[in-house]
């Protein structure tokens, strides 16, 4: 191998010894404390996703612990193999310098970087993207010989949307490709793309199975978050807005030069095949997202797969406009620097408080990762001393899902209620809108065992409520005067007991507010 080769991967070793040692000593998000809950409470599938998140922080935490490098522990190794494989892909399509240069390239851009340190759904499903990517090039390349690679793909996007549902448009990408290439065309009377549908179908299996038991969940989740059930009135605002996002998480310059690289290639595109190829993985996904931003502002990591395949089409193209125009040599590294700078400010950017800019925390998105450690423990000691002064324990209830995740993770002692039970709950709802709605809840009702005394817990419903007439706490980080409607009428009075008003650097981080509600009754159905 080639010396840009090593470099590359001491360049990849020393980037991900640093993701290992940010991952290791930051908080964890409250989605991936959320995820985290998920592993321990193992399913075949979840509410919003697939089951392999939940399954690789299963495996790594029992490995490694239940830390937050424990849990996050196959994110930076993840974001290592995703580079390799630019790299090759890169390499087999057009030369080393392209595959060189792409996966140094991806690896200065803050999004990717973020997401190889946080352990979420897009760690997963950007490997298994770019391993399906190469596969099928590999598909393609060994046209007459290469049918088990046609298998190997329908596998990896079947593993890809057990990660994240978008990971199903890498197979709509395929269609797309082998419809509008002539030579590829044939494929449809052939064989091998069957093969690749059917390996693909299986991992349909248990997405299908597990909705069928749940009301077809899923779909519902997604038409909401794609904002699929509103009403089309075109509003070129949150289109604004999801551009605006993609300049932050991509910077500014390098998603720029993609853009030209994106628009330039366009005209090559039917007397190029390597060209088509990479369009046909980068275009669909970003039309998707630009039609569903023109309804409402959508997650700018829904991107994310789209620039695998346009890194290494950007690389291929500003390399060769290189050759003969020499100012790129300068633009390029520039480019690089520039990115390079917002990713360090992304992991820290506690550096700009540093050198004087008071930039506010409710502006900062990694804020949301900060200073739950500290009110877990300052909640924990409340409780404890709470429950010594009423002579009875509580239960925790948090304003949403995320909150009690990430104070389910940091409370010193779990304490769950009884087996399957979350150590916080959120407020009783007949919407089902996230995991917590399916596992056990405090407005339950249960058979009554020898030890009940059923005749003080049995209400109109069948069954008994362990939970009648004790006493909760209801922890919120929003701006709340008083518990919200549900938690008020299923109590039979509540009072603020406590507020912590959490700062870092003399700025206010977050404000947390504890109310006692006292003697919960069931609300009727």
Same mark, same amino acid.
């Given at each position: ?173 395929? =269609?797309?490709? *082998?419809?509008? &290439?002539?030579? !590829?065309? #044939? ?5 091998? $793309?069957? @093969? /690749? ?21 899923? =779909?519902?989740? *997604?038409?909401? &978050?794609?904002? !699929?059930? #509103? ?5 070129? $605002?949150? @289109? /604004? ?285």
């Amino acid at each position: 191998m080639k010396g840009r080769f090593w470099l590359l991967l001491v360049f990849l070793i020393v980037v991900g010894v640093f993701r290992f040692v940010i991952a290791a000593n930051s908080e964890l998000s409250p989605e991936e404390a959320y995820y985290y809950e998920w592993s321990h409470h193992p399913d075949i599938c979840y509410y919003s996703k697939g089951p392999l998140v939940a399954w690789s922080i299963l495996g790594s935490t029992a490995l490694f612990g239940s830390s937050e490098l424990g849990v996050r522990m196959l994110s930076p190794l993840l974001g290592f193999g995703t580079s390799l494989l630019i790299y090759l892909l890169g390499r087999r399509l057009y030369r080393e310098r392209v595959g060189f240069w792409a996966a140094v390239a991806i690896n200065l851009v803050p999004i990717f970087n973020v997401g190889s340190i946080v352990m979420t759904i897009d760690p997963l499903s950007i490997f298994l993207w770019t391993a399906g990517l190469s596969s099928f090039w590999l598909a393609l390349e060994e046209y007459n010989e290469g049918w088990i690679w046609w298998v190997v793909t329908g596998v990896l996007i079947g593993l890809g949307v057990l990660a994240k549902y978008t990971n199903a448009f890498e197979l709509v990408s395929i =269609l797309i490709l *082998l419809v509008f &290439s002539a030579r !590829l065309r #044939r494929e449809f009377i052939r064989p091998r $793309i069957y @093969l /690749l549908l059917a390996a693909f179908l299986p991992f349909l299996i248990l997405p299908i199975w597990w909705n069928q038991q749940h009301d077809w969940l899923a =779909l519902e989740h *997604l038409s909401l &978050s794609g904002g !699929l059930s #509103r009403d089309w009135d075109f509003s070129f $605002i949150p @289109l /604004l807005q999801g551009l605006g996002a993609l300049f932050l998480l991509y910077s500014p310059f390098l998603l720029a030069s993609a853009f030209v690289a994106l628009f330039a290639s366009i005209p090559k595109a039917r007397r190029n095949s390597k060209v088509n190829f990479l369009l046909a993985f980068t275009w669909p996904l970003l039309l998707a997202y630009v039609i569903l931003s023109f309804k409402q502002r959508s997650d700018p990591s829904w991107t994310a797969p789209a620039f695998i395949s346009l890194a290494i089409l950007t690389a291929a193209w500003w390399l060769n406009l290189a050759r003969t125009q020499r100012w790129v040599l300068v633009a390029g590294p520039i480019a690089c620097g520039v990115s390079a700078l917002f990713t360090f400010v992304a992991l820290n950017a506690d550096l700009l408080r540093q050198v004087g800019w008071s930039w506010s925390y409710q502006l900062d998105p990694s804020a949301r990762a900060r200073g739950w450690r500290s009110i877990a423990v300052e909640l924990n000691d409340f409780r404890n001393q709470f429950e010594r002064k009423l002579g009875e324990e509580v239960f925790l209830i948090a304003n949403r899902y995320q909150t009690a995740a990430v104070l389910g993770y940091y409370l010193p002692a779990r304490q769950p209620e009884g087996p399957g039970h979350p150590p916080v709950y959120i407020p009783e709802s007949q919407d089902i809108e996230n995991q917590y709605a399916l596992w056990p809840r405090y407005d339950e009702f249960s058979d009554p065992d020898d030890t009940t005394n059923a005749s003080s817990l049995f209400t109109e419903q069948v069954g008994v409520n362990r939970f009648v007439n004790r006493t909760a706490l209801y922890i919120t980080d929003r701006d709340e005067n008083e518990p919200p409607s549900n938690i008020r009428n299923a109590f039979t009075r509540w009072e603020l007991v406590a507020q912590y008003d959490e700062q870092r650097r003399q700025l206010p981080l977050r404000q947390i507010k504890v109310f006692a509600c006292y003697q919960y009754q069931t609300l009727p159905l």
